[in-house]
């Protein structure tokens, strides 16, 4: 489905953002509330199912990291 599909794109473009500002996609999985593997999926754009909801945790994880770009990024 087309939402889906821009929904899956655009969650892979937030998650390179994150992990070219440094955080391992352990890190951007765990604080958005997934295993590591459903990042590595986003990633490699092979998951058509990223709920809304894991977008939007994307989503705030970025402006939080944006807004503090010296916190820890464990």
Do not use: C, F, N, W
Not at 18 to 33: E, F, N
């Amino acid at each position: 489905d087309l939402i889906d599909r821009g929904l899956t794109q655009a969650a892979k473009r937030i998650a390179s953002d994150l992990i070219d500002r440094g955080l391992t996609q352990a890190a951007i999985a765990d604080r958005v509330g997934v295993k590591q593997p459903a990042i590595s999926k986003v990633l490699r754009g092979e998951t058509e199912d990223v709920l809304s909801v894991t977008y939007r945790k994307l989503m705030a994880l970025r402006e939080e990291v944006i807004a503090h770009p010296t916190a820890p990024k464990v």
